[in-house]
């Protein structure tokens, strides 16, 4: 139990388009998703939790308006990186919890690879 | 606030032994994580600690000291598959994640 999966796996799109990446919970419900991302050769850094239902709550820095999460149901949260640009070129994971007999233990999906040329 | 340190990176021989050490200081704790992160995927989970001591799990076994601020994660009989990076991570008293840097692991034959 508690698989999280990702898609794309991998994306390349062009300066100025908006990418989408979904995260869904395949066999539990998932009560909070975190959204994370990671440069090469650095740790997690968290962009923003979401809560099924509520608006996500970003971490400082990161600017709401251009990375929307959307947690429409307990099973799915998405990621929308809008106006990309090559310096949002990076490795973005999702988690979530809501399973588990340790309390809030995240579950990650296998990431995306995003690269804006 | 809150801060965690473990080294950058540490090297190792195939068969061999090696710790690999967290420090934290924080004003609220629900638990320590290991993660394991090979390049270019996303972390799997080793362990979890809440509780003072030694958890021990196949190959791998991870320590708790909250009076210390101190935990490791142990790996026994390297493999050359250990080879990856050992991300500790806090749980805060919001239920909330607080990574580490991360600390790569390189294996020789």
């Known amino acids: 139990g508690a698989v999280v999966s990702q898609h794309p796996s991998w994306v390349i799109c062009k300066s100025g388009t908006s990418v989408k990446i979904e995260c869904r919970s395949l066999?539990?419900?998932?009560?909070?998703m975190f959204w994370y991302r990671q440069f090469p050769k650095q740790s997690l850094m968290l962009m923003a939790t979401?809560?099924?239902?509520?608006?996500?709550?970003?971490e400082q820095g990161v600017e709401k308006d251009k990375f929307l999460i959307n947690h429409a149901s307990l099973t799915l949260s998405t990621l929308t990186v809008t106006s990309a640009h090559p310096e949002d070129s990076s490795f973005y994971i999702c988690?979530?919890?809501?399973?588990?007999?340790?309390?809030?233990?995240?579950?990650f999906g296998p990431g995306t690879r995003l690269t804006v040329l | 606030g809150q801060n965690i340190d473990q080294p950058t990176e540490m090297t190792a021989t195939e068969g061999a032994i090696v710790q690999i050490n967290c420090t934290y200081q924080?004003?609220?704790?629900?638990?320590l994580f290991w993660y394991q992160q090979h390049a270019g995927e996303a972390p799997t989970f080793l362990s979890y600690?809440?509780l003072d001591g030694l958890e021990e799990k196949g190959r791998f076994s991870s320590f708790l000291s909250r009076y210390k601020g101190y935990s490791y994660l142990l790996l026994k009989e390297l493999q050359m598959k250990d080879s990856a990076s050992y991300l500790c991570?806090?749980?805060?008293?919001?239920?909330?994640?607080?990574w580490g840097a991360g600390t790569k692991l390189i294996i020789k034959p």
């Open positions: 988690s979530a919890s809501g399973y588990s007999g340790i309390p809030n233990e995240q579950f």
């Open positions: 066999d539990f419900q998932a009560t909070t």
């Open positions: 979401s809560n099924e239902g509520s608006k996500a709550t970003y």
């Open positions: 924080t004003s609220g704790f629900n638990g």
């Open positions: 600690n809440v």
């Open positions: 991570a806090l749980m805060d008293s919001n239920y909330q994640l607080i």
